[in-house]
């Protein structure tokens, strides 16, 4: 069953200094992400925590829900 797609490339801008970049959702899964120029650290375990929970709600969906076919 397909999750979230950790490869996906999500646009930051750092609240410091404003820097625009991106990192894949698996990067930001990780403690430790820095802006690329000034060196900030992100936190990001609120994010990761989310994330993982729409994870497991959305293959439980795909679980009871996946073999609903619709004829037009």
Do not use: W
Request: net charge positive.
């Amino acid at each position: 069953m397909a999750g979230i797609d950790n490869n996906v490339k999500l646009d930051l801008k750092c609240p410091q200094c404003k820097t625009k970049f991106k990192k894949t959702i698996r990067q930001l899964k990780r403690p430790g992400v820095k802006c690329p120029k000034c060196g900030i650290s992100f936190e990001t375990s609120k994010f990761k925590k989310g994330l993982d929970k729409v994870d497991r709600e959305l293959k439980d969906f795909q679980r009871k829900f996946g073999n609903i076919k619709i004829k037009l």
